[in-house]
């Protein structure tokens, strides 16, 4: 949730620059067009023409990150070449003080710091030799104020950036990771099981959930208090960890109860491989302790809908708890 506000935050920034720099370039180019500028007024027309079309779509497009490199790109070059076939006192240079901005802005720390870099000294580069042509006597102190500024923007957008993404990075691990154990928690469990189906189904792979109950739980927590009862959460959730695969997903479902996601995984494959370890280590590590597991698994024959296959794997759990009662009474 928190990611997905930061994208359509992107997506508003895009378009709000889509619409100012349209104005801006429909304006200039008739500008332009007046002053004789005819080549670079066209260009500029093209441009804003290209930009509308982007504008129409980016309430809409998936590809958001694509369209906003492209847009930033034309932006770029249009600015540049501005600066390469123009004068110094038209002041074309002073759009790249916002290079480093709308980087960043659009396209996140790490891909903004690559554009930045190459649209930069690029742009110095061109500034460098307007300035050179103009007054080689004073080429310096301008071209170091120019550069002393648009550096001290690019450090301050790069902080806030990071800033930004370690705020986001945080706030997301609050939202879906259960704080006791760590592991996921059961608000994701419906939109990643919606995703891992969606995608077994395009592959046509089966997918296996555990749904895992500690028995007596509750008697270990009125009996040894709920100290006692975290630590043995915190055991069992590490125990899930470490069994567990880079692809699968692991929850606290709630209270004593946990659900493991096993992508490309069948049914015998989850008893026999992680059902079998996770009984084993979690004997190992609280010998008293034991858990009835129930299993459910969906594939290429007819995939469930999310509620029905958790469903499926609660019942054969519950079934199982009640042959544990019967045995254990």
Same mark, same amino acid.
């Given at each position: 949730m928190i990611k997905q506000d930061n994208y359509d935050y992107r997506r508003f920034a895009l378009r709000i620059l889509l619409v100012v720099t349209i104005f801006s370039a429909t304006f200039f180019a008739i500008k332009n067009w007046i002053s004789g500028w005819h080549s670079f007024a066209m260009m500029e027309a093209v441009v804003a023409f290209f930009w509308s079309y982007i504008l129409s779509i980016v309430s809409t497009t998936r590809h958001l990150k694509r369209w906003s490199l492209i847009y930033l790109c034309t932006f770029y070059f249009l600015v540049l070449y501005g600066i390469y076939f123009s004068s110094y006192e038209?002041?074309?240079?002073?759009?790249?003080?916002?290079?480093?901005?709308?980087? /960043?802005?659009?396209?996140?720390?790490?891909?903004? %710091?690559? @554009?930045?870099?190459?649209?930069?000294?690029?742009? +110095?580069?061109? $500034?460098?030799?307007?300035?050179?042509?103009?007054?080689?006597?004073?080429?310096?102190?301008?071209?170091?104020?120019?550069?002393?500024?648009?550096?001290?923007?690019?450090?301050?957008?790069?902080? /806030?950036?990071?800033?930004?993404?370690?705020?986001? %990075?945080? @706030?997301?691990?609050?939202?879906?990771?259960?704080? +006791?154990?760590? $592991?996921?928690?059961?608000?994701?469990l419906n939109d990643i099981l919606v995703s891992v189906l969606y995608s077994a189904e395009r592959r046509g792979e089966s997918v296996t959930i555990a749904y895992i109950d500690l028995n007596d739980f509750k008697k270990i927590n009125d009996t040894q208090g709920h100290q006692k009862g975290n630590e043995i959460l915190l055991t069992v959730a590490k125990i899930i960890k470490n069994i567990t695969r880079t692809e699968d997903h692991s929850f606290r479902y709630g209270g004593d109860e946990f659900c493991i996601i096993f992508p490309n995984c069948t049914i015998e494959q989850a008893k026999n491989s992680y059902g079998k370890r996770l009984k084993e280590e979690v004997h190992k590590e609280l010998d008293k302790l034991t858990m009835s597991i129930g299993y459910a698994e969906t594939g290429a024959e007819g995939y469930l809908s999310p509620d029905d296959f958790i469903n499926q794997a609660d019942k054969d759990m519950y079934a199982t708890k009640c042959t544990f009662k019967m045995q254990t009474s």
């Open positions: 038209n002041g074309l240079f002073a759009w790249l003080f916002i290079f480093p901005i709308i980087s /960043y802005l659009l396209l996140g720390r790490k891909l903004g %710091t690559i @554009l930045t870099t190459i649209s930069v000294f690029i742009g +110095l580069g061109f $500034l460098g030799r307007l300035v050179w042509q103009l007054n080689s006597d004073v080429q310096w102190i301008v071209m170091a104020n120019f550069g002393l500024c648009v550096i001290a923007i690019w450090t301050m957008v790069y902080v /806030y950036e990071s800033k930004s993404e370690a705020v986001i %990075t945080r @706030l997301q691990e609050q939202v879906t990771r259960d704080p +006791l154990t760590g $592991l996921l928690n059961v608000r994701n």
